[in-house]
T-cell receptor, first 116, second 113 residues
Framework: NAGVMQNPRHLVRRRGQEARLRCSPM?????VYWYRQLPEEGLKFMVY????????ESGMPKERFSAEFPKEGPSILRIQQVVRGDSAAYFC??????????????FGPGTRLTVL | AQSVTQLGSHVSVSEGALVLLRCNYS??????LFWYVQYPNQGLQLLLK??????LVKGINGFEAEFKKSETSFHLTKPSAHMSDAAEYFC???????????FGSGTQLTVLP
């Protein structure tokens, strides 16, 4: 059973470009979470999604950031018009559906975004 | 609101010595508590979790943690450090029906030969 997959692992963008980060949850998992880790800091929650629904986006910046988890395909975190302050590691986690007996989150390897 | 404080951003121990990483939480409702480990340029791996069953929780790689409600603590210990334990360790809390984890700022563990 493959773990949480994220791609790309490293992404370099120039200021003003768009960044798209992809996350494929573990098989059988229907909940996806995105976290951001700034240098020398812990992870900060951004958004929680289920298939075709955003459940909690209380940690998302108000502008330029969006997330989706379509019926088919991976979850996407999209950052428009990137700025240097967006440089960070972005981690995706997934957990099983409600009623499965556990809601432990399993993390992917992360995407390290560098904005030049 | 929930929060986590990890005392000591850097901890160094000698190989074979006791490892003690401190974590204190703040929560108005009974918490679920987690320890994750992060190796360089990798994602987070779950070490152990407390979910209101036994207060002493055993995890992988010989780590364990004890939930102490009176002290609002969930410190991580390992009797004998190994070189391969060098990594960054994060304590996290989740409460109630909220799904998101709130993480501490992390503790970098260095194991000296």
């Amino acid at each position: 059973n493959a773990g949480v997959m994220q791609n790309p692992r490293h992404l370099v963008r120039r200021r003003g470009q768009e960044a798209r980060l992809r996350c494929s949850p573990m098989k059988g998992h229907s909940h996806v979470y995105w976290y951001r880790q700034l240098p020398e800091e812990g992870l900060k929650f951004m958004v929680y999604l289920q298939k075709e629904n955003i459940i909690d986006e209380s940690g998302m910046p108000k502008e330029r950031f969006s997330a989706e988890f379509p019926k088919e395909g991976p979850s996407i975190l999209r950052i428009q018009q990137v700025v240097r302050g967006d440089s960070a590691a972005y981690f995706c986690a997934s957990s099983p559906p409600a009623g499965s007996g556990t809601d432990t989150q399993y993390f992917g390897p992360g995407t390290r975004l560098t904005v030049l | 609101a929930q929060s986590v404080t990890q005392l000591g951003s850097h901890v160094s121990v000698s190989e074979g010595a006791l490892v003690l990483l401190r974590c204190n939480y703040s929560s108005s409702v009974p918490p679920y508590l987690f320890w994750y480990v992060q190796y360089p340029n990798q994602g987070l791996q779950l070490l152990l979790k407390y979910t209101s069953a036994a207060t002493l929780v055993k995890g992988i790689n010989g780590f364990e943690a004890e939930f102490k409600k009176s002290e609002t603590s969930f410190h991580l210990t390992k009797p004998s450090a190994h070189m391969s334990d060098a990594a960054e360790y994060f304590c996290a809390v989740r409460t109630g029906s909220a799904r998101q984890l709130t993480f501490g700022s992390g503790t970098q563990l260095t194991v000296l030969p």
